[in-house]
């Protein structure tokens, strides 16, 4: 199960989008501005796996160098592959 989230980390869409896949164990999908929380779902210790599309990361100037710790870097084709693999698609918050 994925959930994704687009919104900005100081909003409820976002803060939901994260209780949301904490309370069901859901992989997490970060775009647009959702990227900036990269440093929250660090600290909240999430114990899924997390993906930030590469291109939003670095229009938000997180390039390649920046330090997302475990958070996965992924294309537009990993993240086609993802949606279409997963059995269910919570989102966008």
Same mark, same amino acid.
């Given at each position: 199960? %994925?959930?994704?989230?687009?919104? #900005?980390? @100081?909003?409820?869409?976002?803060? =939901? &989008?994260?209780?949301?896949?904490? *309370?069901?164990?859901?992989?997490?999908?970060?775009?647009?501005?959702?990227?900036?929380?990269?440093?929250?779902?660090?600290?909240?210790? %999430?114990?899924?796996?997390?993906? #930030?599309? @590469?291109?939003?990361?670095?229009? =938000? &100037?997180?390039?390649?160098?920046? *330090?997302?710790?475990?958070?996965?870097?992924?294309?537009?084709?990993?993240?086609?592959?993802?949606?279409?693999?997963?059995?269910?698609?919570?989102?966008?918050?």
């Amino acid at each position: 199960m %994925i959930v994704m989230i687009k919104s #900005a980390p @100081d909003t409820p869409e976002a803060k =939901r &989008g994260i209780t949301l896949a904490g *309370d069901l164990v859901a992989d997490v999908v970060l775009i647009q501005d959702a990227v900036n929380l990269v440093r929250l779902v660090q600290d909240v210790g %999430i114990r899924v796996s997390v993906y #930030a599309l @590469d291109e939003d990361l670095r229009m =938000r &100037g997180l390039g390649p160098d920046a *330090d997302i710790g475990a958070i996965r870097r992924i294309d537009y084709d990993m993240l086609v592959d993802l949606i279409t693999k997963a059995d269910k698609v919570h989102g966008v918050f």
